[in-house]
Nanobody, 126 residues
Framework: HVQLVESGGGSLQAGGSLNLSCAAS????????MAWFRQAPGKERQGIASVDNGGRTTYGDSVTGRFTITKDNVKRTMYLQMNSLKPEDSGMYYCASNSGPYLPFSQRLDISAYKYWGQGTQVTVS
C-alpha cells in the first residue's frame, strides 16, 4: 500500500521561503518518478516540479529559478524548497509518484503520469 504524506505548508508574506516535504512508504522507493503539483482555488492542478530516481529534475516555467526539488533516497522523502514566494504561488501542494517504464521529460509534469497522490499541504502567500 503506497502512502505519500506532505508537510511543511503554511501562511507567509511574499518574498519568503518554505520547504515542503513528502514522506513516501509502501514501495521500492528508488525506482520511481516523483513530482509536486499545485492547485489554486477554482483552477486545475498544475505540475510544478519533478525528480526521478537519478535526481534528474524538471520544472514548470512559473517556478524555474525559485523552487528546487530534491529527493533523499535514504529517508524516502522528497522536498520542495520554495524561495521568493509570490501570492500566485498560493494553493494546495500535492506530492505524486509512480514507477514503471521510462517517462519522457516532456510528460513528467502531467497529472496522468502519476498513480499515487498525497492529501496535500496548504501554502498561502499574501
Amino acid at each position: 500500500h503506497v502512502q505519500l504524506v506532505e508537510s511543511g505548508g503554511g501562511s507567509l508574506q511574499a518574498g519568503g521561503s518554505l520547504n515542503l516535504s513528502c514522506a513516501a512508504s509502501g514501495y521500492t522507493y528508488g525506482d520511481i518518478y516523483m513530482a509536486w503539483f499545485r492547485q489554486a482555488p477554482g483552477k486545475e492542478r498544475q505540475g510544478i516540479a519533478s525528480v526521478d530516481n537519478g535526481g534528474r529534475t524538471t520544472y514548470g516555467d512559473s517556478v524555474t529559478g525559485r523552487f528546487t526539488i530534491t529527493k533523499d533516497n535514504v529517508k524516502r522523502t522528497m522536498y520542495l524548497q520554495m524561495n521568493s514566494l509570490k501570492p500566485e504561488d498560493s494553493g494546495m501542494y500535492y506530492c505524486a509518484s509512480n514507477s514503471g517504464p521510462y517517462l519522457p521529460f516532456s510528460q513528467r509534469l502531467d497529472i496522468s503520469a502519476y498513480k499515487y497522490w498525497g492529501q496535500g499541504t496548504q501554502v498561502t502567500v499574501s
